[in-house]
């Protein structure tokens, strides 16, 4: 089956900075690219998401780009803010959707003031 | 617009009892899948349901089952419970059979003694 990989566990970035987060998978079937924020007690939220007919997607101070040749794809946060500070999970699903999405283990962000 | 709500929120069981937990998906919505999320993991696939029916399941046991019932409302069961399944346990919505933009609710925390 797919299997996701992302680094770093955590990362640590001043406020105003960039952060980036990459992400690895196995399968090349694998067609679409979510990235979920989740917040202590809370679920995960939708914050972007790429289709592999996309080299890159951009909304606002956060834009994921797509490598379907390396199969790795990255969230770019830019100008970070403290509310930005959260776990970031990657996902990839292959096919039609009836597998479900398979997840990284998650970044711990935070954000330095 | 109402989002994924789940219940319980909380739960404590016994070890060899059995639980369920329920999800009201997205209005709108008509496919319910299910995740099982340990401490500082990322969320793992157990199955999802379209039009009431299984059509997609993860890497568990068969005393994972569910039930989706005409409103798009959806029941986690599990049986026999083990130490192991501690965890957070999540339900996401989408509009369509293996579609894009999937909507998690914030979780039902199950806890085995």
């Known amino acids: 089956g797919e299997n996701v990989e992302q680094h770093p566990s955590t990362l640590s970035v001043q406020e105003g900075d960039s952060a980036v987060i990459k992400c690895t998978y196995s399968?090349?079937?694998?067609?679409?690219f979510p990235w979920y924020k989740q917040e202590l007690g809370k679920g995960p939220q939708l914050i972007i998401d790429i289709r592999s007919n996309v080299g890159e997607k951009k909304d606002q101070r956060i834009a994921v780009t797509l490598n379907k040749t390396a199969k790795h794809f990255s969230l770019h946060i830019t100008e970070t803010q403290p509310e930005d500070s959260a776990v970031y999970f990657c996902a990839a699903r292959v096919g039609g959707g009836a597998d479900g999405l398979t997840f990284g283990k998650g970044t711990h962000l935070i954000i330095q003031p | 617009e109402t989002g994924v709500t789940q219940s319980p929120t909380h739960l404590i069981k016994t070890r060899g009892q059995q639980v369920t937990l329920r999800c009201s998906s997205q209005?709108?919505?008509?496919?319910v899948s299910w995740y099982q999320q340990a401490l500082g993991q990322g969320p793992q696939f157990i199955f999802q349901y379209y039009r009431e029916e299984e059509n997609g399941r993860g890497n568990f046991p068969p005393r994972f089952s569910g039930l989706q019932f005409p409103n798009y409302s959806s029941e986690l069961n599990v049986n026999a419970l083990e130490l192991d399944d501690s965890a957070l346990y999540l339900c996401?919505?989408?509009?369509?059979?293996?579609?894009?933009?999937?909507?998690f609710g914030s979780g039902t925390r199950l806890t085995v003694v």
């Open positions: 209005s709108g919505h008509n496919t």
């Open positions: 996401a919505s989408s509009s369509q059979q293996g579609s894009y933009g999937y909507t």
């Open positions: 399968d090349s079937a694998s067609n679409y």
